[in-house]
Structures are given as structure tokens and as C-alpha cells.
């Protein structure tokens, strides 16, 4: 068992401390915003995680994990602190590494004893030397603080049994005594352990979500050949995913990828490539390639409709990704914007990020039905693969729309049955068979 501190209890902290306290360890989360704070320490929590919420208040009640907004008290009660504060991007899309700093500080400050501060933060390599650095002026005589680098791979919407049942656990240390630490913390977990030094820590984190980031771009790209040739983009991932060199998964075509992680990360690993002298070219065109996605599906709804002034199209998701409330980097955002700014009526529904998106664009008719969405709609745009999308009445859905145009940005159904029901349906990179095998 490890006393740890989580400094943030954004996304990745709250994740992270609760799934730290339920395989044992005594976790205090801390955040500077008070009124989240009493939220949590009432059992509740105040982002949309499957699974997460029952798991606060089981180990809350355990007295495995409370809540504080004193950075000071909680470094000095434990052994390990967590920077899982906020990265966010800049202007020139590097790293906003402010709050890093901060915290790096306080911690420097209140720590009084052995503490082995650990960035959970998704942060540019080398950023662990200038935490040292920082370190090494500001902490105590009577204190040693230790930098170590521990990435996060959890995805938003399954980010519980993402943390319970890892893929691989990375620990960036510069010390056997970090490492024997870090162990303990994880030895509940099993999972294979890769220790590095911490440069190549933080570089493994960057590397794997541009890769992912890749993956999405290159069968994006792919979507748009099939679609010139009349090809068939899930059977060409199929295909392709069989090899177990390449894998299925990340080959969904859509409308580019979105979400707090993937833009920002592609654009921070090209920018801190840029600083240490390398041109990531290769990078540059997946971000190139994302945004054309967004675009591409536009264009398409704009060719069905010719012009989306006094239009009414319908959206159908707005969170970046199923099973979440997230709407950082949406792409319905660009779609909506786009559509008022172009004189259009829009309608929406999503299952639970209405009320984020209603503080962005007041004057969206946020309907509570998917089918009061498509209601007279001259349109409907799917953004979001939520499962309920798929189990659509689609007869009921033709009936009462204006027009029968679906443009289906995550491919949920199949073009030659949605031609047969009579739709003008477009997805990406498919196309209604020619003859059936
Ligand atoms: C991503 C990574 O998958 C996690 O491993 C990582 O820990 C996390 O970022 C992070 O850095 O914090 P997340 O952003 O929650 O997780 O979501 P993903 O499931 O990876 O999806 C990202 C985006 O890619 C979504 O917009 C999704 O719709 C899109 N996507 C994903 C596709 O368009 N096609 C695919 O085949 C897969």
C-alpha cells in the first residue's frame, strides 16, 4: 500500500486516484476548485465515466480515498505525488506547461520528507529535466523530491477497466528506490512493466497517441480512395486488420478524430520534434488529413443540399466519441458552427452532452429524442456512434423527415440496405453494392 497525493481531479486524476484507491492504495485527490471538491467529497462526480461514480463512493466509504483542496497537506501526508494537472495547448501548439510548473512548486515547497513526484500529465519529453531542475532549487534540505514520468493510456467512456486491465504499465524512473515504488503502487495490477528512464517515458506517450492519431488518418485517407473507386473501406480494414502486424482496431473511417487527447498531442509532439531539430512530416499529414475528414463530410452534406441556408438538418451526437460528455474537439462543434454560420436550422440530440453544448450554441433546438431531431429535418448528420444511433426506427425516421438524406459519418449502417430502404444515404468511404454476392 502507497500514501498517494493526485494533484488535479480532471479527467485523468479522478481516474487515476480512484482505480489507484480501489486496488488498495490510500489516495487524496486534490484540486483547487473548491465546489468540486464538495461534489466529490458528497460521492458524486462532476464528468460522465461509466463505472467511475459507484467506485468514489465505494472506496471514499473504505477510507481508501478523500478529497482536499490543500496541496501542502496532502504532499505531506503521502509518499508518491501525481502531477495530473492540465496541459493544454497553446497558440503555436506546444504545451501550455504553466500549471506543470505550479504545481512543481508547491510541491517543492510543502514536501518535508522522501517524495517521488510523478508526471500523469500528458507532457512534451523532457519536460521530466525541467521538473529536476525546478527541483533542485526550490526543494528543502530537509527533503529529496524525485522525479519520475508515468504515462496514462485511458480512453474516455471505458477509462475504469481501461486502468484495472492495462495493455502496459510505464514507469519512467532515474532510481531503483523510484522504481521498488512505483512497483508497489501497481502490484495489484497485472499487466507487463516497462521501466525506462524518463525521457523515453514521456516519449512512448506522445508516440503511441500520434500513432493511433496515424492509424485514423491513413484509413481516413483510404475512405477517400474507396470512395473515388466504388470501393469498400470496413472490408479493406478487415482485410488489412487480419494481419496481426497492422491489427482492426483504430481503422474506423469516420469523420476524423477528436477528443481532449489525440489534436492536442499531434500537435505538441510536432512542435517539441520542431524544437529538438526534427521535421515530423509524417505527423503534419495525419493532423493535414484530420481536418480535411471534417471538411469532406460537410461538402458532402452541402452537395445533397446544395445550399444550407433556411435548411433544417438534424445532428445526431455531439460528444467526440461515444459514452462520454466531452465535447473538446468535437467535430460536431465545426459542423454546427459551420451550419449557422451558413443560415441553417439546427437540431440536435445526444444521450448526455446536450447541456455542454447548449453553453456554446444557445440557439441549437436541443430535442429528446433522436427522432425529434430528424423531425422535418432536411438532413440528418450522424456525428456520434452512440449505440441507441444504430438501433434507429429507420421507417419511422423516413417518415418524418422532409427529405430522406442521412449523411453517416460513422458508418453505423449498411449503404445497400439503407438504398434499398429508399434513403440517399452517404457514409464514408462505402457505397450501396452494385449486385449482391
Ligand atoms: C486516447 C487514447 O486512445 C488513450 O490511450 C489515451 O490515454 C488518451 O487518448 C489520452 O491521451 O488521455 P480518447 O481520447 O479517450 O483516448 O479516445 P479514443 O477512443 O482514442 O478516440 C479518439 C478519437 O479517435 C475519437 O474522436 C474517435 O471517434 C476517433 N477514432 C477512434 C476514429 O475516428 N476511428 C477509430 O478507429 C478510433
Given at each position: 500500500?502507497?500514501?498517494?497525493?493526485?494533484?488535479?481531479?480532471g479527467?485523468?486524476?479522478?481516474v487515476?486516484?480512484?482505480?489507484?484507491a480501489?486496488?488498495?492504495n490510500?489516495?487524496?485527490?486534490?484540486d483547487k476548485?473548491?465546489?468540486?471538491?464538495?461534489t466529490l467529497?458528497?460521492g458524486?462526480i462532476p464528468i460522465?465515466?461509466?463505472?467511475?461514480?459507484?467506485?468514489?463512493r465505494?472506496?471514499s466509504?473504505?477510507?481508501?480515498?478523500?478529497?482536499?483542496?490543500?496541496?501542502a497537506?496532502?504532499?505531506?501526508?503521502s509518499?508518491?505525488v501525481?502531477?495530473a494537472?492540465n496541459?493544454p495547448?497553446?497558440?503555436?501548439?506546444?504545451?501550455?506547461l504553466?500549471?506543470v510548473?505550479?504545481?512543481?512548486?508547491?510541491?517543492?515547497r510543502a514536501a518535508?520528507k522522501y517524495?517521488?513526484?510523478?508526471e500523469k500529465?500528458?507532457v512534451?519529453v523532457k519536460?521530466?529535466?525541467?521538473?529536476r531542475k525546478t527541483?533542485?532549487?526550490?526543494?528543502q534540505?530537509?527533503?529529496f523530491?524525485?522525479v519520475?514520468s508515468?504515462?496514462?493510456?485511458?480512453?474516455?467512456?471505458?477509462?475504469?477497466?481501461d486502468?484495472?486491465?492495462?495493455d502496459?504499465i510505464?514507469?519512467?524512473?532515474q532510481?531503483k528506490k523510484?522504481?521498488?515504488m512505483m512497483?508497489?503502487l501497481y502490484?495489484k495490477?497485472?499487466a507487463?512493466?516497462i521501466?525506462t528512464?524518463?525521457?523515453s517515458a514521456?516519449?512512448i506517450k506522445h508516440a503511441?497517441?500520434?500513432?493511433?492519431a496515424?492509424?485514423?488518418s491513413?484509413?481516413?485517407a483510404i475512405?477517400?480512395i474507396?470512395?473515388?473507386?466504388?470501393?469498400?473501406?470496413?472490408?479493406?480494414a478487415?482485410?488489412m486488420?487480419y494481419?496481426?502486424r497492422?491489427?482492426?482496431?483504430?481503422l474506423n473511417a469516420g469523420?476524423?478524430?477528436?477528443?481532449s487527447?489525440f489534436p492536442?498531442d499531434?500537435?505538441?509532439f510536432?512542435k517539441?520534434s520542431?524544437e529538438?531539430g526534427y521535421?515530423?512530416?509524417i505527423?503534419?499529414g495525419?493532423a493535414a488529413?484530420?481536418?480535411?475528414?471534417?471538411?469532406?463530410?460537410?461538402?458532402?452534406?452541402k452537395?445533397?443540399l446544395?445550399?444550407?441556408?433556411?435548411?433544417t438538418?438534424g445532428?445526431?451526437g455531439?460528444?467526440f466519441?461515444?459514452e462520454?460528455?466531452?465535447?473538446?474537439n468535437?467535430?460536431?462543434?465545426d459542423?454546427?458552427?459551420t451550419?449557422?454560420?451558413?443560415?441553417a436550422?439546427?437540431?440536435?440530440?445526444?444521450?448526455?452532452a446536450?447541456?455542454?453544448?447548449k453553453?456554446?450554441?444557445?440557439?441549437?433546438?436541443y430535442c429528446?429524442?433522436p427522432y425529434?431531431?430528424?423531425q422535418?429535418?432536411?438532413?440528418?448528420?450522424i456525428?456520434t456512434?452512440?449505440k441507441?444511433?444504430s438501433?434507429?426506427?429507420?421507417?419511422r425516421?423516413?417518415?418524418?423527415?422532409?427529405?430522406n438524406?442521412i449523411i453517416?459519418g460513422?458508418?453505423?449502417f449498411?449503404?445497400?440496405?439503407m438504398k434499398k430502404m429508399?434513403?440517399t444515404?452517404?457514409?464514408?468511404?462505402?457505397?450501396?453494392?452494385?449486385?449482391?454476392n
Amino acid at each position: 500500500m502507497k500514501r498517494v497525493c493526485m494533484v488535479g481531479t480532471g479527467y485523468v486524476g479522478l481516474v487515476t486516484g480512484t482505480c489507484l484507491a480501489e486496488v488498495g492504495n490510500k489516495v487524496i485527490c486534490v484540486d483547487k476548485d473548491e465546489s468540486k471538491i464538495s461534489t466529490l467529497k458528497a460521492g458524486k462526480i462532476p464528468i460522465y465515466e461509466p463505472g467511475l461514480e459507484p467506485l468514489v463512493r465505494k472506496n471514499s466509504k473504505a477510507g481508501r480515498l478523500s478529497f482536499s483542496t490543500s496541496v501542502a497537506d496532502a504532499v505531506r501526508a503521502s509518499e508518491i505525488v501525481f502531477i495530473a494537472v492540465n496541459t493544454p495547448p497553446q497558440k503555436d501548439g506546444g504545451a501550455d506547461l504553466s500549471f506543470v510548473e505550479a504545481c512543481t512548486r508547491e510541491v517543492a515547497r510543502a514536501a518535508n520528507k522522501y517524495t517521488l513526484l510523478v508526471e500523469k500529465s500528458t507532457v512534451p519529453v523532457k519536460t521530466g529535466e525541467r521538473i529536476r531542475k525546478t527541483l533542485e532549487v526550490l526543494s528543502q534540505s530537509k527533503s529529496f523530491v524525485e522525479v519520475a514520468s508515468n504515462p496514462e493510456f485511458l480512453r474516455e467512456g471505458t477509462a475504469v477497466n481501461d486502468f484495472l486491465n492495462p495493455d502496459r504499465i510505464i514507469i519512467g524512473v532515474q532510481s531503483k528506490k523510484a522504481e521498488a515504488m512505483m512497483r508497489d503502487l501497481y502490484k495489484k495490477i497485472k499487466a507487463p512493466i516497462i521501466v525506462t528512464d524518463i525521457n523515453s517515458a514521456e516519449l512512448i506517450k506522445h508516440a503511441s497517441n500520434s500513432f493511433l492519431a496515424m492509424k485514423i488518418s491513413y484509413i481516413n485517407a483510404i475512405a477517400q480512395i474507396c470512395e473515388k473507386v466504388g470501393a469498400d473501406v470496413e472490408k479493406v480494414a478487415e482485410g488489412m486488420g487480419y494481419d496481426k502486424r497492422i491489427g482492426r482496431s483504430f481503422l474506423n473511417a469516420g469523420i476524423g478524430y477528436g477528443g481532449s487527447c489525440f489534436p492536442k498531442d499531434v500537435s505538441a509532439f510536432i512542435k517539441i520534434s520542431e524544437e529538438v531539430g526534427y521535421d515530423f512530416k509524417i505527423l503534419k499529414g495525419a493532423a493535414a488529413v484530420n481536418e480535411d475528414q471534417k471538411s469532406h463530410v460537410l461538402k458532402t452534406l452541402k452537395e445533397a443540399l446544395w445550399t444550407f441556408k433556411d435548411k433544417t438538418i438534424g445532428i445526431l451526437g455531439l460528444s467526440f466519441k461515444p459514452e462520454t460528455d466531452d465535447l473538446r474537439n468535437a467535430p460536431a462543434i465545426d459542423f454546427i458552427q459551420t451550419l449557422l454560420d451558413e443560415q441553417a436550422q439546427v437540431k440536435a440530440y445526444d444521450p448526455v452532452a446536450m447541456e455542454k453544448m447548449k453553453q456554446l450554441f444557445p440557439t441549437v433546438e436541443y430535442c429528446d429524442s433522436p427522432y425529434k431531431a430528424a423531425q422535418k429535418a432536411d438532413a440528418l448528420l450522424i456525428a456520434t456512434e452512440w449505440k441507441e444511433f444504430s438501433q434507429l426506427d429507420l421507417k419511422r425516421i423516413k417518415k418524418i423527415m422532409n427529405t430522406n438524406i442521412i449523411i453517416d459519418g460513422r458508418n453505423i449502417f449498411d449503404p445497400t440496405a439503407m438504398k434499398k430502404m429508399g434513403f440517399t444515404y452517404h457514409c464514408i468511404g462505402r457505397s450501396p453494392k452494385a449486385f449482391e454476392n
